[in-house]
């Protein structure tokens, strides 16, 4: 399974601290948690000796203990203490199963496998970051990268702010690829009654759209005039097959509005279009011809899907 040997984001690295912390990814439950000198630590879910939840444990000396008889792990997963038996030293055997973590881009990444996949890159974004969420959504990751990527719901899921039915008509634009295959729309004029939290009338906005993994893509939006420019960074967890974890990262201008009315406004945003995406069958995303009709205003669609196909992801996908 090519996916167990990418990157993926599981957590906000401002979220992980000295007490244990519990994810999904690929179907796998993980505990996070940062050790005596800050160090990000992740291991299996689960204790080697009776299969109890380490994330209902704590974290003493930095060591992961086991709430059910105190085993105590470090962050390579070896057993370091059994309370039980004071003087014996623990076998290799008795360890748990550690797996590589990093941090970057304000987030803890995680690789199940043998990480043979670079992490994501990111262009010079505006200076101010806000993270968005986490928001838990029941359907397969790509179903949310493409909903982000999709202009044409605008119109109707975003009436009266990123859109409106008399501006419904989704212009001509091209799909361009990066060097390693990843689709990027370069420029897309949009009519957005409210585009950002600080609007305060309908504008153009230009849309730069660019897909950057697997599960992650990120669109910068340039208003006509002098208004705020923004960068919103979408990072998908893969929890299950049709399940994810979403933020979404607002790098912006705006050194006005609030980090809260920021979040608010997201928050209403994501609201509106989670409902549909939950409504969506099936919750996999479909990618082979014949699974869903098309149109021409589908085309960074229809790209991402074939970016997945060549890729090779096979999770979360039909």
Known sequence: MVERDHWWPVALASAVGPTP????????????????????QVLADRCPHRGARLSLGA?????L?????????????????????????????QAAHAYAACEAHGMVWVCLGQPRVALPALPDLPPRCVAHGPFDVAT??????ENFLDTAHFAFVHDGW?????????????????PDGRPFVADYP?????????????????????????????????PDGDG????????????????????????????????????????MIFAQDQPILESQTPKRLPLYAGGEAMCAADRLSAAYRRYLRDTGIAYGVC
Do not use: N
């Open 21 to 40: 912390l519990s994810c999904w990814l690929l179907g796998e439950p993980l505990v996070l948690w940062r050790d005596e000198a800050g160090a990000m």
């Open 59 to 63: 974290v003493v000396q930095g060591q």
């Open 65 to 93: 203990q086991c709430p059910y008889h105190g085993w105590r792990f470090d962050g390579a997963g070896r057993c370091r203490a059994i309370p039980a038996l004071p003087a014996f030293i623990p076998a290799p055997a």
């Open 140 to 145: 397969s990751a790509p179903r949310v990268v």
């Open 162 to 178: 990123l859109g409106e039915p008399a501006h419904a008509d989704v212009p001509p634009y091209a799909v361009s690829h990066t």
């Open 190 to 222: 949009a009519w957005q009654p409210r585009a950002s939290a600080g609007a305060q009338q309908g504008a153009w906005v230009r849309y730069r759209y660019e897909v950057l993994s697997p599960f992650a893509a990120m669109l910068q939006k340039r």
């Open 228 to 267: 705020p420019a923004d960068a919103y960074v979408l990072w998908v967890c893969p929890m299950q097959e049709e399940s994810c974890r979403v933020w979404f990262v607002q790098h912006t201008t705006d050194f006005d509005t609030p980090d809260e009315s920021l979040r608010t406004f997201q928050a």
